[in-house]
């Protein structure tokens, strides 16, 4: 398995904590494309959304994954709305093998509903809709794992089973 591994899912369902984890058993670096962007623009995500708007942010989204790809293969952690555009899910599928994280609605609200740093976590209807549209995308993911009621090891073991089938 040559390729990079992007991690995929809706906000909450635990992309940042399953890819370090997933990274260091595979030996792999492990970049999150959220923090990149923050880092490039030395911005919050939140303060990016406020002063521009979200299309600027994917503008900025699209062309991180794009410059940010490292030339060994990584585990990286995209943001919720990544995968959703055309161009970035035809970049992630040429690259690399793309590994949905699947919760369910209820779960991933529980999660981020006091969340501070997610614009789009504020309006719960925007929030159910955005879910519901989503996941007829994400299913596209060459990969998919149910989190809910797993630790990020057994989370792990199952993506690594899945990463040798495909092999
Ligand atoms: C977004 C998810 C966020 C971040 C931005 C937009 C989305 O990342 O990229 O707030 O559209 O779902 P997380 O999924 O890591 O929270």
Same mark, same amino acid.
């Given at each position: 398995?040559?390729?990079?591994?992007?991690?995929?899912?809706?906000?909450?369902?635990?992309?940042?904590?399953?890819?370090?984890?997933?990274? &260091?058993?595979?030996?792999?670096?492990?970049?999150?494309?959220?923090? !990149?962007?923050?880092?490039?623009?030395?911005?919050?995500?939140?303060?990016?959304?406020?002063?521009?708007?979200?299309?600027?942010? $994917? #503008?900025?989204?699209?062309?991180?994954?794009?410059?940010?790809?490292?030339?060994?293969?990584?585990?990286?952690?995209?943001?919720?709305?990544?995968?959703?555009?055309?161009?970035?899910?035809?970049?992630?599928?040429?690259?690399?093998?793309?590994?949905?994280?699947?919760?369910?609605?209820?779960?991933?609200?529980? $999660?981020?509903?006091?969340?501070?740093?997610?614009?789009?976590?504020?309006?719960?209807?925007?929030?159910? #809709?955005?879910? @519901? @549209? @989503?996941? @007829?995308?994400?299913?596209?993911?060459?990969?998919?794992?149910?989190?809910?009621?797993?630790?990020?090891?057994?989370?792990? &073991?199952?993506?690594? #089973?899945? !990463?040798?089938?495909?092999?």
């Amino acid at each position: 398995m040559t390729k990079h591994i992007f991690i995929i899912g809706f906000m909450g369902s635990g992309k940042s904590t399953i890819g370090p984890v997933l990274a &260091s058993k595979l030996d792999r670096p492990f970049y999150d494309l959220d923090d !990149l962007i923050e880092e490039e623009q030395e911005r919050t995500i939140s303060e990016i959304f406020e002063s521009q708007g979200e299309k600027h942010f $994917r #503008s900025l989204e699209s062309d991180a994954l794009v410059r940010n790809q490292p030339s060994e293969p990584c585990v990286m952690a995209l943001g919720g709305g990544t995968f959703v555009s055309d161009v970035n899910r035809d970049y992630v599928s040429k690259h690399g093998t793309s590994v949905w994280l699947k919760i369910p609605l209820r779960l991933a609200r529980g $999660r981020c509903k006091d969340s501070q740093h997610r614009p789009l976590a504020k309006d719960p209807e925007l929030w159910e #809709s955005l879910f @519901r @549209r @989503r996941e @007829r995308i994400y299913q596209l993911a060459d990969i998919q794992v149910e989190v809910e009621g797993k630790s990020p090891q057994q989370i792990c &073991s199952e993506i690594q #089973s899945h !990463l040798t089938e495909i092999a």
